[in-house]
C-alpha cells in the first residue's frame, strides 16, 4: 500500500522495521534483504538518519552472521553518523553494537567501556527499557567473564525494569542469566524453575527459545552446561517438576524468586547442602499469614497481590520444604518465630 502511494521513505522506515522485528527474534536470515532495501532508499532521498539506521542493522546482521569485520567497520560508520547527526538514541545503539562485537572477540573490558557509555547517555535519556537493556548487556559480559558478584546486581536492576515496562522478552532474558547464576551456585532448584520460566515467556512472545548465539546474551554453551549441572544435582522427576513449575509462575512471583539470587562462587558439582533460609522473603512473609490462619484471598489482600499469586507462593513454600498441608506451613513458622507483616 505504502509503495502504491509512492511513500518512499514510508517503505524505507517499514523496511528497516521488518529488520528489526527479524534481530529482536534472532530470524537473521531474514534480516539482511530488508536492511539493505532500506538503505538503498534513504540513501537516494537524503535520509542521512534512516542510512544511519539501516547502516545499524546490517552491522548487526553482520554480527549474527560471524563478519565481525563488516560489523565493526558498519557499527563505527553508524556511530559517527549518529553522532554527527545529534541522534543520542542511536549514537548509544551503536555503542552497543560495539560492545557486542567486542564480547564476540573476547575484549571484556573493552566491551564494559562501550557499555557503561551507552548505559549513561541512556540514562541521561531517562528511557527505562533501555537502561534495562544496557544493565543486562553488562551483566552478560561480567558473567561471560566469571564475574558473578558483578553480574547478579546488574541483572536483579535489570529485570526489576523490564517487569515494571511490562518487557517480557526483557524480563525473559534476565530470568535466564539468573538462572545461570543460581545454578552456578548449587541453587538447583530455583535454577530449574528460573529456566522453566524464562523459557515460557520466550514462548508467549513467540520467540523461539535461544536459537543459537547472538552476543548480547550468554554463548549457548555455558547455558546448557548451566542446564546440565543443574540435572545432575536433582533426580529427573524432580527437575521436572521444577521446570514445570517455573513455566506456569506469575511474571511477578518469578521475578521475585529471580530478585533473591545471590552470587555464589561456581559449585564444585556434588549435591548441595539445604540452604539455612529456602524461602525468598516474600514467601517468608506469606508463610507468617498461613500461621495465622488466612486463606489465599485473605493473603494477596494483606499483600496487595492477586489471589492467584498468594496460591503460588504457597505452593512454592510446600514444594521447598516438602510438606502437605498449610498446617506444617504454620507449624513451622511459628517453631521459626515468623512475623507476619504488618
Known amino acids: 500500500m505504502l509503495e502504491a502511494l509512492q511513500d518512499r521513505q514510508g517503505v524505507a522506515a517499514a523496511l528497516r522495521l521488518a529488520g528489526l522485528i527479524a534481530i529482536e527474534a534472532h530470524d537473521f536470515s531474514r534480516a539482511r534483504e530488508p536492511f539493505e532495501r532500506s538503505l538503498a532508499l534513504s540513501r537516494e532521498l537524503g535520509d542521512e538518519r534512516g542510512a544511519a539506521w539501516s547502516a545499524y542493522g546490517i552491522a548487526a546482521t553482520a554480527l549474527a552472521e560471524g563478519d565481525l569485520v563488516q560489523a565493526t567497520a558498519l557499527g563505527e560508520g553508524a556511530l559517527r553518523a549518529f553522532e554527527s547527526l545529534g541522534e543520542r538514541d542511536g549514537t548509544a545503539q551503536s555503542l552497543v553494537h560495539l560492545g557486542r562485537v567486542a564480547l564476540a572477540r573476547g575484549r571484556h573490558e573493552e566491551a564494559l567501556r562501550l557499555h557503561?557509555?551507552?548505559?549513561?547517555?541512556?540514562?541521561?535519556?531517562?528511557?527505562?527499557g533501555m537502561i534495562a537493556s544496557s544493565l543486562r548487556e553488562l551483566a552478560v559480559v561480567a558473567q561471560d567473564q566469571g564475574a558473578a558478584e558483578q553480574a547478579a546486581p546488574l541483572y536483579r536492576e535489570s529485570l526489576d525494569l523490564f517487569e515494571r515496562a511490562g518487557d517480557l522478552l526483557g524480563v525473559a532474558r534476565s530470568l535466564d542469566g539468573l538462572a545461570v547464576l543460581a545454578a552456578d551456585g548449587g541453587q538447583a532448584e530455583t535454577a530449574a524453575r528460573?529456566?522453566?520460566a524464562a523459557d515460557a515467556l520466550l514462548q508467549r512472545v513467540g520467540v523461539v527459545p535461544w536459537p543459537g548465539w547472538f552476543p548480547s546474551e550468554l554463548p549457548r554453551r555455558r547455558r546448557e552446561h548451566a542446564r546440565s549441572g543443574v540435572r545432575r544435582l536433582l533426580d529427573?522427576?524432580?527437575?521436572?517438576?521444577?521446570?514445570?513449575a517455573g513455566s506456569s509462575l506469575p511474571v511477578s512471583v518469578a521475578a521475585a524468586e529471580a530478585l533473591a539470587v545471590a552470587a555464589r562462587p561456581p559449585h564444585s558439582g556434588r549435591r548441595s547442602a539445604p540452604r539455612a533460609e529456602p524461602l525468598t522473603p516474600r514467601e517468608l512473609e506469606v508463610a507468617g499469614l498461613?500461621?495465622?490462619?488466612?486463606?489465599?484471598?485473605?493473603?494477596?489482600?494483606?499483600?496487595?497481590?492477586?489471589?492467584?499469586?498468594?496460591?503460588?507462593?504457597?505452593?512454592?513454600?510446600?514444594?521447598?520444604?516438602?510438606?502437605?498441608?498449610?498446617?506444617?506451613?504454620?507449624t513451622w513458622a511459628v517453631e521459626r518465630g515468623l512475623k507476619p507483616p504488618a
Do not use: C, M, W
Open 194 to 196: 528460573l529456566f522453566g
Open 236 to 244: 529427573p522427576e524432580a527437575y521436572r517438576r521444577a521446570t514445570e
Open 116 to 128: 557503561h557509555e551507552a548505559l549513561r547517555i541512556r540514562r541521561e535519556l531517562a528511557d527505562p
Open 290 to 330: 498461613v500461621a495465622l490462619g488466612l486463606s489465599n484471598r485473605e493473603i494477596a489482600r494483606r499483600l496487595f497481590i492477586s489471589e492467584n499469586t498468594a496460591a503460588t507462593h504457597v505452593q512454592h513454600i510446600l514444594g521447598k520444604l516438602d510438606f502437605s498441608s498449610r498446617a506444617q506451613i504454620a
